[in-house]
């Protein structure tokens, strides 16, 4: 039965990259650490029984099959091998997550998505800086007209007007759900003050960062909690 996210808090979301995580994930009754469980598909196609193992996960499930140019491997360039490895797994999932730059290749499996009662999150991701908030800002709005329920932004944050252009976002569409977060050198500041900010998927590494910036999943809720009972 699928989980339902609530975007009325800032939830807590778990990247699943390799097969040892997923073990874990899938044999655990009750996951507290967080509040949803990312699937990055195009990293674990080698794991046996994968459609199995993400059946049991007793969590909403966000899935994620990513483009090369955002990270994911070179064999998901092509758009419709993508939608072929994504569609089997629609029916256990909560939420699917696609690059605003290649929702118009993905329309059928976001169509699909949405039928099925699947939230929709566009995402952009710079993993060398942070754009300037122009720039920021039409990615957002790009996002918005092309239906997501959610908007992801994760840019390298290098310096503090990174970060800046980051958080200026949630005044500029406080009436949307946004997932923003920074990389590199100042990306756990900046995730702290994301979730703190209103963001809505906030993402944190099982143990080991998947990312730079990346907190791992209890760190980042004991400093989250402390925060918002300063």
Known sequence: MKKSI???????????VDEHSLEKISSTKKLDQCNVIEIRIDLLMSVPDLKQKISKINAPILLT?????????EEFRDSIKR?????PLIQYA??????????????SIL?????????TLLS??????TPEKKHLQNKVSEGYERGADVVKIAT???????????????DLFDSHHLSVMGMGRLGMASRLLAAQSGSVLNYAALQSASVPGQWEVNDFKKILKAANEM
């Open 156 to 170: 390298t944050t290098n310096s503090f007007k990174d970060i800046i252009s980051l958080m200026t976002l949630f």
């Open 65 to 73: 099959c990513r483009h090369p140019d955002e990270g994911g491997p």
């Open 83 to 87: 939608q072929s490895v994504i569609t």
């Open 6 to 16: 609530f975007l009325e808090q800032a939830n807590i979301v778990i990247p699943i």
């Open 94 to 107: 909560s939420a699917l997550d696609i690059e605003i730059d290649q929702a118009e290749h993905m329309k």
């Open 124 to 129: 952009f991701h710079d993993f060398i800086g």
């Open 111 to 119: 169509e699909l998505a949405k039928s099925e009662g699947l939230l």
